[in-house]
């Protein structure tokens, strides 16, 4: 949710939603954002959203979660609290592999909920959007397209008029932000 200025447009269908962002894009708008009750297949590569960096900050987060872990147990029981029981060594690998593979998980876990957090801007308490009459629909049965005002393309008339000849249920400007 980046944009705070602009157009939206209520489409009552995913296809319609598609077919809008097409159009627009085929006009040279750039600065489009959905809202959808669902995942709508297509529309993701349609909007040029590229590959998320989730999957390899969860995989450093597991990896330094591995290291931590067992750094703590080496530390602990080789130089902090050296006991010499039965003649055993005092680094034994296989005696650290089950609580290295919990840190290892913890890590990745931690990272991946803050990570995405982060991505979502989580916690959204509040967004100028909130405030068009019925955009709660988004989350049951509508499908929204957002034309953000800083797209080079958006001037108010036009790009009003570009999107009513999509066949929207209604275009509505997104309210501005007051502070």
């Known amino acids: 949710m980046k944009m705070s200025r602009g157009l939206l447009a209520e489409f009552a269908s995913a296809d319609a939603l598609v077919a809008g962002v097409v159009a627009l894009e085929s006009?040279?708008?750039?600065?489009?954002?959905?809202?959808?009750?669902?995942?709508?297949?297509?529309?993701?590569?349609?909007?040029?959203?590229?590959?998320?960096?989730?999957?390899?900050?969860?995989?450093?987060?597991?990896?330094?979660?591995?290291?931590?872990?067992?750094?703590?147990?080496?530390?602990?029981?080789?130089?902090?609290y050296l006991l010499n029981s039965g003649g055993r060594p005092a680094h034994a690998v296989p005696?650290?592999?089950?609580?290295?593979?919990?840190?290892?998980?913890?890590?990745?876990?931690?990272?991946?909920?803050?990570?995405l957090l982060i991505a979502l801007r989580l916690p959204a308490l509040w967004h100028p959007v909130f405030e068009v009459e019925g955009f709660e629909s988004a989350?049951?049965?509508?499908?929204?397209?957002?034309?953000?005002?800083?797209?080079?393309?958006?001037d108010h008339n036009g790009t009003r008029a570009a999107l009513d000849a999509l066949g929207p249920l209604r275009v509505v400007p997104i309210p501005e932000m007051v502070a």
């Open 27 to 80: 006009h040279g708008y750039s600065q489009l954002e959905t809202y959808t009750p669902f995942p709508v297949p297509g529309l993701e590569r349609r909007l040029r959203l590229g590959h998320s960096r989730l999957p390899l900050l969860v995989f450093a987060g597991g990896v330094i979660g591995a290291i931590l872990g067992y750094g703590i147990q080496w530390y602990a029981d080789v130089r902090a």
């Open 95 to 115: 005696a650290f592999i089950p609580a290295t593979f919990e840190a290892t998980i913890l890590g990745a876990a931690l990272t991946g909920f803050v990570a």
């Open 139 to 154: 989350s049951v049965d509508r499908y929204w397209l957002a034309v953000g005002a800083d797209d080079r393309l958006f």
